[in-house]
């Protein structure tokens, strides 16, 4: 008789919201519980919950993370105008990949999903690309205002005042001189944390003997952008250089216009470090170019031992409205399935469970397997 797996200890399971919902269901109800007594702390990341709790769901689905070191999450909605009205929110709720991100820090790391026969539309790519996403501030942690006709006279500054008072103050743009509103947005970030990206990159590249590619706009940005790509020089020449020179791979700066050059000419094979929103439109641009956005994974490594994977695409809005009214879909599912694969990978490597890293590593095989035998939905099949 077929024994399941069982599990000593939980993942922290953040369910989503539309198709990826429904997709999330799906994989847990045939391909994990039939094989494994999952064991899993779960929160309901859903639009609808987070209303309900006014977010607060999500700052303790992170909390839950950090204690149990490991966690999976479905793909969620971040609310624009049209969504709080679609949904009855009462606020337009925050990114909650940013707020849990934020609450974890570390590093985001992306890479394709290679499978035989899905063939990356840049020809020269033999390699996968790995996304190094800095997972903390910048758009993500914001602060923002729209000013409307009424405030055209305003005079936006960036003040900032030290523990003991005294204020720095500096221009960002007169409205008066316009002849209507505008908006204003405040970014933020810390050495701490970009010391830990930075940290974090450099193990990873180290770890898996690939080239580390990085870029900012620090000639436009003097003092923000140029603080990342000073700290990582730092980092690489006190505690990296020799270690890279010793494994003959290298650690390489330009300005972000000419990563992209390089990275569309290049074979793959390398690790892209980016900030946290060149990282997230980047991560979507390399996944689509290896074959679609449902083929990649993505896990946040925190220098802190937590690890949150997830699936890299968004709800797939459109095929959930056709679910809905009862039409047929064809959504790809690898990536959330390489998501909870990650997770109960992670789990046993924590927990030393030789049974449940093998099934971990079984599903991916037999989902890529499946796709090499034929089987695919329509995103791959108009590329196979």
């Not at 990282?279 to 390399?286: A, E, Q």
Request: hydrophobic share 40%; glycine share 8%; aromatic share 12%.
């Amino acid at each position: 008789m077929f024994k399941r797996i069982e599990m000593p200890n939980p993942i922290v399971e953040m369910d989503g919201d539309e198709m990826a919902r429904v997709i999330w269901s799906l994989v847990k109800e045939n391909l994990i519980s039939p094989f494994v007594e999952l064991r899993t702390e779960y929160y309901d990341l859903g639009l609808v919950h987070r209303e309900e709790t006014r977010d607060a769901v999500t700052a303790e689905a992170a909390e839950a993370v950090k204690r149990h070191k490991a966690g999976v999450k479905c793909a969620t909605i971040t609310p624009n105008d049209e969504r709080v009205k679609e949904y009855g929110l009462s606020e337009k709720y925050k990114s909650p990949n940013g707020t849990i991100r934020g609450m974890l820090d570390g590093t985001v790391f992306r890479a394709p999903i290679i499978a035989a026969g899905i063939e990356p539309y840049v020809t020269n790519w033999k390699s996968p690309i790995t996304i190094a996403r800095h997972a903390f501030g910048d758009v993500y942690r914001n602060a923002e205002v729209r000013l409307d006709g009424a405030d055209a006279n305003s005079f936006a500054e960036l003040v900032v005042t030290s523990k003991g008072g005294v204020e720095t103050r500096q221009t960002i743009f007169d409205f008066g001189n316009t002849s209507g509103g505008g908006v204003v947005q405040g970014i933020f970030n810390t050495d701490e944390s970009i010391t830990s990206f930075a940290r974090s990159c450099f193990s990873y590249a180290l770890e898996t003997k690939q080239e580390l590619w990085f870029g900012t706009k620090d000639t436009i940005s003097k003092i923000y952008d140029r603080r990342f790509r000073d700290i990582f020089e730092n980092v690489y020449e006190e505690e990296y250089r020799e270690k890279f020179e010793f494994e003959g791979i290298k650690y390489f700066y330009t300005l972000i216009d000419d990563v992209v050059a390089r990275i569309i000419r290049s074979e793959g094979g390398v690790i892209w470090a980016c900030k946290n929103y060149d990282g997230d439109v980047m991560s979507d641009m390399v996944a689509t170019a290896f074959g679609s956005l449902a083929m990649m994974t993505s896990v946040l490594v925190s220098p802190h031992g937590y690890w949150e994977y997830e699936a890299a695409h968004g709800t797939v809005q459109k095929h959930y409205y056709k679910h809905l009214a009862g039409e047929q879909t064809s959504t790809n599912s690898v990536a959330t399935i390489f998501a909870w694969a990650g997770a109960l990978k992670k789990r046993g490597q924590l927990d030393h469970h030789r049974d449940l890293i093998t099934f971990a590593e079984r599903l991916e095989i037999a989902a890529l397997k499946t796709i090499e035998d034929g089987v695919m939905t329509g995103d791959l099949y108009t590329i196979s």
